[in-house]
């Protein structure tokens, strides 16, 4: 398994270098839950360590992969609405999956384009889908654990984040990050720590209290 993998972080660096500067190209370990290696990684933000997308979760936990070799041309959006043409390539045995290639295409420069040609034109930009997507497979990219926490604490306070939190309230928000494998990423206690006004033992304490509780 570990030379299947070795294989294909050697292909990200060739793949990114040959699509160019605005293909991000990242390969996901599924036994790690997270990325491997990158390529163009400006595009997402994210970087080595870096934890599943919303789709590729999905992607596993519904066994898409049992079914294709492949998904082609769907949508995802980074944190800044940058839409991005994506295809993943999922590399597995009969009955196990190891890990996904993925390839984000940014179309920001193929949209100023089109809208460009479509107002000289006088034309209105209508609404486009791209082939092969779906509500379903649509992906949201998370950069870091800065971000993935300020996401969390949005979902659940709005635009009304408290200064300080309770216990209560930091298991709950802990638990929230735990569904999205935040804890793969290296420094993300810490991170947690800093933004919940509270010690890393605290995290850690917390964290032993939320696995007695499931």
């Not at 160019?20 to 400006?42: F, M, P, S, W, Y």
């Not at 933000?45 to 769907?74: C, Q, V």
């Not at 200064?163 to 929230?176: C, G, N, V």
């Not at 569904?179 to 033992?201: D, Q």
Request: hydrophobic fraction near 40%; glycine fraction near 6%; charge should be neutral.
């Amino acid at each position: 398994m570990d030379e299947i993998m070795d294989y294909y972080k050697r292909l990200v660096p060739f793949l990114g270098t040959a699509l160019g500067e605005h293909c991000e190209v990242a390969l996901l370990d599924c036994r790690l839950q997270k990325i491997v290696a990158i390529t163009n990684g400006h595009i997402s933000g994210r970087s080595i360590g870096a934890p599943m997308t919303d789709l590729a979760e999905r992607m596993i936990k519904n066994e898409e992969w049992k079914h294709r070799d492949f998904i082609a041309n769907y949508s995802g959006y980074t944190r800044d609405q940058k839409l991005l043409k994506s295809s993943t390539y999922f590399i597995k045995s009969r009955s196990t999956l190891f890990g996904m290639l993925c390839i984000n295409m940014d179309t920001t420069c193929f949209q100023l384009i089109s809208d460009t040609a479509l107002l000289l034109g006088g034309l209105v930009r209508g609404s486009a889908r791209l082939e092969g997507s779906s509500g379903s497979n649509s992906e949201t990219f998370q950069d870091n654990a800065a971000n993935t926490i300020n996401q969390v604490l949005h979902s659940l306070y709005k635009e009304k984040v408290p200064e300080h939190f309770t216990r209560d309230d930091r298991i709950l928000i802990l638990s929230m990050l735990q569904e999205k494998k935040l804890f793969l990423v290296k420094g993300a206690v810490h991170r947690i720590a800093e933004i919940l006004n509270c010690s890393v033992p605290t995290v850690y304490r917390e964290l032993a209290q939320l696995k007695e509780r499931q």
